[in-house]
């Protein structure tokens, strides 16, 4: 699939990017390729920064859910709703594969978006429209089940914008999501999505 060298964001970064979907112009209105996928750069100076060493890759999708739930405080799984690989959503059950088809880590929240924006005022704002979602590298305070430890792995769950928890030394039964990074607090952990498959 194609690349892009660096993202073109709406809104300044890829926790608030929101570009508007219309049917009528050039690619719907996508500022990019839709499906495109970016490597966000390293920085020399910023070599004892978390996450340093496993930079972000990230994918330029439409998100579009028919039960549209509210968007969590934290970032959160998505789904592959057709075979284009350039529509997403937050409910596996809209998935072409169910949670077999997870794409990656929508980074919009409630958290991180400008404003005052409900989980269920977000989820308008954004259904139907062009947002950056995380398909690898390292993304901290992802929404996260309980009990979560470093090393555990994380699949997709039937729950809207969840995960499912694999202890570490347990076989894998779905895709692998991500590993986590740090024991779960506050319903979040850090994460290293895809190992460090970061080539597109």
Do not use: H
């Not at 809104?11 to 970016?38: R, W």
């Not at 269920?120 to 139907?128: D, F, I, P, Q, R």
Request: include cysteine; proline fraction near 6%.
């Amino acid at each position: 699939m194609a690349q892009i060298e660096f993202p073109v964001f709406s809104d300044g970064n890829a926790y608030n990017s929101i570009g508007t979907y219309v049917s009528t112009l050039p690619n719907q209105g996508a500022v990019v390729q839709p499906g495109i996928g970016c490597k966000l750069p390293i920085s020399p100076a910023l070599s004892t920064v978390n996450g340093q060493g496993a930079p972000l890759c990230l994918r330029y999708v439409r998100y579009n859910s028919t039960a549209n739930p509210s968007i969590g405080a934290a970032p959160g799984p998505v789904y592959w709703t057709d075979e284009t690989f350039t529509t997403v959503s937050g409910v596996s059950t809209e998935s072409v594969g169910g949670v077999n088809m997870i794409a990656g880590c929508l980074l919009i929240n409630t958290t991180n978006y400008p404003g005052s924006y409900t989980g269920a005022n977000l989820a308008k704002a954004l259904n139907g429209n062009w947002c950056w979602i995380a398909v690898a590298g390292f993304v901290p305070g992802v929404t996260s089940p309980a009990a979560v430890v470093a090393g555990d792995t994380l699949i997709g769950a039937a729950t809207n914008f969840a995960l499912a928890r694999i202890p570490q030394g347990t076989q894998l039964t779905n895709t692998l999501f991500a590993r986590a990074l740090s024991t779960v607090a506050s319903n979040v952990a850090d994460m290293l999505l895809g190992g460090f498959d970061w080539e597109f």
